[in-house]
């Protein structure tokens, strides 16, 4: 091979990449530009330290409704549908696991049906003080990519979680109380 034929090999090279960058690989997606997914926690406002109230609700009628709530020590108990200690590790990792969901994407939508939120799989509502809840949330039908389709029931907007939501909220009563016989 010549250096005239290294040189036009060369130029075909250098172009094609040129075409490549510049029409092909196109603009980057807004939603990477913005960085990392929020949380949950960041969106709405809520901090687990304050939280005092769960109650967990089903569309499923053979998971009763689940209430949780801290004594005057900072202690969880379940309320309802009966009333005994909680274990505490796994009421700290569910509401670990509602805080820190990411927030993949963010729709606006006017009919909640289609993404099973007329008639949510889950709701949880959510206390910090007072008798009515702060925050309701609404987990509906599974969405594409490993998400469930969410919503807050006061926010217009339908959010796009991870899936393992519907798997870290279906707890019974037994699936939440304390086990241990001494404590």
Excluded: C, H
């Amino acid at each position: 091979m010549n250096f005239k034929t290294t040189l036009i090999i060369l130029i075909i090279f250098v172009l094609l990449a040129g075409a490549y960058l510049l029409f092909l690989r196109g603009e980057p997606d807004a939603e990477k530009l913005k960085g990392d997914p929020q949380k949950i926690s960041e969106v709405y406002g809520l901090d687990k330290a304050v939280i005092r109230r769960i109650r967990l609700s089903y569309k499923d009628e053979s998971y009763p409704t689940v209430t949780l709530a801290k004594n005057a020590d900072g202690i969880w108990q379940l309320t309802a549908p009966f009333t005994a200690d909680a274990d505490q590790p796994k009421i700290d990792e569910m509401l670990r696991d509602l805080l820190d969901k990411k927030v993949k994407r963010t729709l606006e939508v006017t009919d909640l049906s289609q993404y099973g939120l007329d008639n949510p799989t889950i709701q949880i509502e959510v206390w910090m003080e007072g008798e009515s809840p702060i925050k309701t949330f609404l987990i509906g039908k599974k969405g594409i990519n490993y998400s469930v389709y969410a919503k807050e029931k006061s926010d217009s907007k339908v959010i796009l979680i991870e899936s393992s939501a519907l798997d870290d909220f279906t707890k019974s009563p037994s699936d939440v109380r304390e086990r241990t016989v001494l404590k």
